[in-house]
């Protein structure tokens, strides 16, 4: 059974940094592709950052120079390390991986199969 445990969310100051951190159990995390989304309120959930296997990287252009992601196999974890945090970004954060072990990368949300239960980052003004 797979399953995926975020962590590192919390309350912020506009301006600060966040690392998040999403365990992964139940398969063999080098192998396949990690993404990490976010839901607002009243919002629908939005492609943030991934990482394929081959850690290669995306990233939201609403995220660009502010956010990086990365993964250590060694431990079975993806991070999401968030800086220069604005009001915007309040959401609830999710991380996400397919049942395809492919190479590639993909940003929509049904490429996913497997969901954290997420973590609510606020950052406040």
């Known amino acids: 059974q797979v399953q995926l445990v975020e962590s590192g969310g919390g309350l912020v100051q506009a301006g600060g940094s966040l690392r998040l951190s999403c365990a992964v159990s139940?398969?063999?995390?080098?192998?396949?592709?990690m993404g990490w989304f976010r839901q607002a309120p009243g919002k629908e959930r939005e492609f943030v950052a991934a990482i394929s296997r081959l850690s290669v990287t995306r990233l939201a252009d609403s995220v660009k120079g502010r956010f990086t992601n990365s993964r250590d196999n060694a431990k079975n974890t993806a991070y999401l390390q968030m800086n220069s945090l604005k009001l915007e970004d309040t959401a609830v954060y999710f991380c996400a991986t397919p049942k395809s072990n492919s190479a590639s990368l993909d940003t929509a949300l049904a490429w996913y199969d497997y969901w954290g239960q997420g973590t609510q980052v606020t950052v406040s003004s």
């Open positions: 139940g398969r063999t995390f080098s192998t396949y592709a």
